[in-house]
């Protein structure tokens, strides 16, 4: 979409601007199941996960980029995303729904709090915000 901006004397046309498109619209419509936990209002902090199991335990992922991938394509893969009001794991494909602290999330986004154990493909790892 091209936006035009005008002078405000001559009415002239002086910058187009290319509005570009959204990246994932499906992303952007995610509605959270539950805002409980994180409630700053703005996520200043960087987040990460600790794996708890496998070969990797004791390693962390820092969750710096506004969408992390977790688990294993075409068997249970989730999203955590970061947004203004928390970080945020919604489950984008398999059978299996992630488990947080022993609960299924569903199929809608899920905030994530401080603490929160999360188990998907086998893996378990813990949420911590910095």
Known sequence: EV???KDENTQESTVDT???PVAN???ENLEPVSDKGISTGNVAQVARLQ?????HAGRELMLNKALTTLG????QLAVVTKRPNGYYITHVEG???PFINGQKIGLQAHALNHNDVINIAGAKMEFFLA
């Open 72 to 75: 294993k394509p075409g068997t």
């Open 3 to 5: 936006l035009k901006e």
């Open 25 to 27: 619209a499906a992303l």
């Open 95 to 97: 059978e299996n729904v």
């Open 18 to 20: 290319v509005k570009p």
């Open 51 to 55: 794996m708890l199991n496998g070969s």
